[in-house]
């Protein structure tokens, strides 16, 4: 029971108050990108969940299997690369081939999620932890993207019709919005102490 | 086991996933994505443009470029 | 002369026309990241201005070799084998900068600048070229960060910190806002040092960038127009 709370209580932890986005800093190229379709931003983070649960699903027994008793963990980035990179080519041609619905919805993004740094990030921090832990980090961290990035594109959308100083238009207005979101976030830091669950 | 056996060891892995990778990218490459959702004309394809991190630049470009080229020959062929 | 021209032109474009942060606006995660501290931000440029010479310089000298087909399975592997070479020696060497880096130098893999270079410069261009361009470009992105982390350090922390990260010079914090030898005061902001800050910074020095080049452009404009007019006026001159 402890451990299934312990589970619960690390995805929300990895989800809102350590934030993928907004105080990790991973993937904030596709952040600025996704631009102002809500629908294309929740199709961008559905693609990003997928993948990151596929590949800590796949990393992880390699690390910990393979290259731990090999002694080669100082292979883990290239190795990490590849695999992903292996993976979204793999169900990129399934979708390709199989599902013209599932290709509108999720295939589009998938070509640029290789170079998301999300995903070789989490699998990269999952080294650390066992495989509890891992998955966690990678449910919560996929979905802290959906929902950040849910919520800043409605904000674009807000942001189409709003006057602004014609330097900040584009980019600069992105980072500015996105700085004031993780002041907002940085709100509920330390409600959750992973410490007193036994999870650091 | 001795230091040349790890050695090896991690140049298979490598070898091999290299070639995954390659396999895997030439076959995503070489199919043709569904009709109706081609490079700049999905419904929300905003995203295929995004400039940075573009993974398949290269590979989609030469795509680009020889269906340009197929497109004369076909239309005389029709002809 | 030509020819040397168009070599410093490679080398200097990314420095400041073409330079991959503030122009181009890529390889953010980094910038936000590592810049709570200038020398950390030195340390990340310097291993970027590696990582991105040697990919440069091996994709070129290969660019006639590799298949046109698999080429970019060719560029990542080259560019995570950097990446692995810049890892060991700076856990080395560095062990220090090494640790407050932290995942960021296994993330150099997926730097969009990095990948980006192979592909529209060092696949199309010389040894030489792709060598001049890589530290261009390492260079650019290693001031501009630089930049940010000065702001974010004196800012956020009120104090300047050397000798932290590279253990070879010696330790010194100069009091900038704060940090005074027997005194309390300090107006540093921490808000700089947390995430939101890194945000802001980068946003509000885009934003800079964005009228510098908007008040180029209508000065551009006004010259042009002044030009015509006086065109004009030479014109009717003539006729009269």
Known sequence: ?200 | MSQTGYIIIAIAIVVALVAIFTISFVAYIKTPPPAGCERGKGPNCENCEQSSCRFYAYAEERAAKKLKEEKPSTKKGNE | MDQKQSKLRVFLDPLLKANPLFVMVLGTCPALAVTTSLESAIGMGLLFTFVVFFSNLIISALRKIIPDEVRTPCYIVVIATFVTVVKILSSTFLPELYNSLGVFVSLLVVNCIVLGRAEAFASQNTVVDSMLDGVGNGIGYTWAIAAIALVREVLGAGTLTFGKVFTFIPKVTLPILGGFKNSDFSMAMPVFKSSAGGFLVLGIALAIIAAVNNHKEQKAKEAARAAKAAAAAAAKGGNN
């Open chain 1, 1 to 200: 029971m402890a451990y299934i709370v312990s589970f619960i209580l690390a995805i929300v932890s990895y989800m809102v108050i350590d934030n993928v986005i907004l105080s990790r800093y991973f993937g904030i190229c596709s952040f600025i990108g996704v631009g102002n379709k809500v629908k294309s931003a929740v199709g961008m983070g559905l693609a990003v969940t997928f993948v990151t649960m596929m590949a800590a699903l796949v990393c992880w027994p390699i690390y910990t299997f393979i290259l731990v008793p090999a002694k080669m963990q100082y292979m883990d980035t290239i190795v990490f690369i590849l695999v992903i990179a292996s993976l979204v080519q793999m169900v990129g041609f399934f979708i390709k081939k199989k599902s013209i619905s599932l290709y509108k919805t999720l295939g589009i993004y998938l070509p640029l999620i290789t170079t998301n740094c999300a995903v070789l990030g989490v699998v990269q921090n999952n080294t650390a932890y066992d495989f509890g832990r891992s998955m966690a980090n990678a449910l919560g961290t996929s979905l802290g993207f959906v929902l950040v990035i849910f919520l800043f594109a409605c904000i674009r959308v807000r942001l189409e019709g709003a006057n602004v100083p014609k330097a900040f238009k584009g980019v600069p207005i992105a980072l500015i919005v996105a700085g004031l979101m993780a002041i907002v976030f940085m709100g509920l830091g330390g409600m959750i102490d992973l410490g007193s669950w036994g999870l650091i």
